[in-house]
């Protein structure tokens, strides 16, 4: 029977890395993020096949958290097996520069204005969303003023993953007294991934050539094992047997886990085995150092 369990990151082909991988993009002004995903999935998919005709395929890519087609900025790609991961992107904070244009001259108090709403808000997502158009609270952890001119503010926004920046920029208005909306917006960070690794889409094409053509080395330092996307969420180490228990529908239980992060109940935890390459998502349920019970619920199965 062929074992469940993959090769070491370090170890992984190009191929494998491809189907089991993630690219930290930079998207571009004007394609939706559904349009980049599918981009993103046709390219890595020729490539692995070219690469590895009897290797692992790649039939699909799931992005970060969608953004508007004039929105830019950090939209990490999850390719193949790794899109089985992507609720991993609700759990941390977005990072966001914004254009706040203002109806009107900039008032004195503008930057107390901001402090006041690095809080709880209530938001109702706009008529053109994905999701229910229910009131529901998000968080705004740090709301920085860059820079501003009469009419115009460069603000810089730390928040809960599903904020709704334009919704935002139009309250900032209502508060100042000028009204406001959003102008330009760009995606500066998405825990664990930040601005300071993105690709662009040329890069990742370029990659992909030199990879067919024999050099590899672009192609690994812009396709990171899909493990990379895990780094924010606590980490669970089992052992290889309960790897393979995992892999056929059991959950984690005490006598498998070798070393456990402190998570509290009910968070989602990340499994490896000890050679890091991920196992599965799962929901924190027991304690990692009783000698008998379920530690570990599980949420999707990685291997």
Same mark, same amino acid.
Request: aromatic content about 4%; overall charge negative; hydrophobic content about 40%.
């Given at each position: 029977?062929?074992?469940?369990?993959?090769?070491?990151?370090?170890?992984? %082909?190009?191929?494998?890395?491809?189907?089991? !991988?993630?690219?930290?993009?930079?998207?571009? &002004?004007?394609?939706?993020?559904h349009q980049v995903a599918g981009w993103v999935r046709d390219l890595?998919?020729?490539?692995?096949? =070219?690469?590895?005709?009897?290797?692992?395929?790649?039939? @699909?890519? &799931?992005?970060?958290?969608?953004?508007?087609?004039?929105?830019?900025? $950090?939209?990490?790609?999850?390719?193949?097996?790794?899109?089985?991961?992507? +609720?991993?992107?609700?759990?941390?904070?977005?990072?966001?520069?914004?254009?706040?244009? #203002?109806?009107?001259?900039?008032?004195?108090?503008?930057?107390?204005?901001?402090?006041?709403?690095?809080?709880?808000?209530?938001?109702?997502?706009? @008529?053109?969303?994905? /999701?229910?158009?229910?009131?529901?609270?998000?968080?705004?952890?740090? #709301?920085?003023?860059?820079?501003?001119?009469?009419?115009?503010?460069?603000?810089?926004? +730390? $928040?809960?993953? !599903?904020?709704?920046?334009?919704?935002?920029?139009?309250? #900032?208005?209502? &508060?100042?007294?000028?009204?406001?909306?959003?102008?330009?917006? @760009?995606?500066?960070?998405?825990?664990?991934?930040?601005?300071?690794? #993105?690709?662009?889409?040329?890069?990742?094409?370029?990659?992909?050539?030199?990879?067919?053509?024999?050099?590899?080395? %672009?192609?690994?330092?812009? /396709?990171?094992? &899909?493990?990379?996307?895990?780094?924010?969420?606590?980490?669970?180490?089992?052992?290889?047997?309960?790897?393979?228990? /995992?892999?056929? !529908?059991?959950?984690?239980?005490?006598?498998?886990?070798?070393?456990?992060?402190?998570?509290?109940?009910?968070?989602?935890?990340?499994?490896?085995?000890? =050679?890091?390459?991920?196992?599965?998502?799962?929901?924190?349920?027991? =304690?990692?150092?009783?000698?008998?019970?379920?530690?570990? =619920?599980?949420?999707?199965?990685?291997?």
């Amino acid at each position: 029977m062929t074992d469940p369990l993959r090769a070491p990151p370090e170890d992984r %082909s190009a191929a494998e890395l491809l189907a089991f !991988g993630v690219v930290n993009l930079d998207k571009p &002004a004007g394609p939706s993020a559904h349009q980049v995903a599918g981009w993103v999935r046709d390219l890595a998919a020729d490539a692995a096949t =070219d690469l590895a005709p009897e290797g692992p395929t790649v039939d @699909r890519a &799931a992005h970060a958290g969608t953004l508007d087609p004039k929105v830019t900025g $950090c939209l990490p790609m999850l390719l193949g097996e790794a899109t089985r991961m992507a +609720q991993v992107f609700l759990e941390g904070r977005k990072e966001y520069v914004a254009v706040l244009e #203002l109806h009107g001259p900039a008032p004195t108090n503008l930057e107390s204005v901001l402090a006041e709403f690095e809080a709880p808000l209530y938001q109702k997502p706009p @008529r053109k969303s994905a /999701v229910s158009r229910r009131l529901r609270v998000r968080e705004i952890h740090e #709301l920085e003023l860059l820079d501003q001119s009469e009419r115009q503010a460069l603000i810089r926004i +730390q $928040c809960e993953s !599903g904020t709704y920046v334009r919704k935002l920029c139009h309250d #900032l208005g209502l &508060a100042l007294g000028t009204g406001a909306h959003m102008g330009h917006l @760009r995606r500066t960070a998405t825990d664990p991934f930040d601005d300071t690794s #993105l690709v662009n889409l040329q890069t990742f094409v370029d990659a992909l050539k030199f990879a067919r053509e024999g050099d590899e080395g %672009s192609l690994r330092e812009i /396709v990171q094992p &899909a493990e990379r996307a895990l780094t924010h969420l606590p980490r669970v180490e089992i052992a290889p047997s309960a790897a393979r228990q /995992v892999a056929t !529908g059991a959950p984690v239980y005490a006598p498998g886990v070798i070393d456990a992060d402190d998570a509290d109940d009910g968070a989602l935890v990340a499994c490896y085995t000890p =050679d890091g390459s991920a196992v599965c998502l799962g929901t924190m349920t027991g =304690d990692p150092d009783a000698d008998s019970g379920t530690v570990v =619920d599980l949420e999707r199965v990685l291997v």
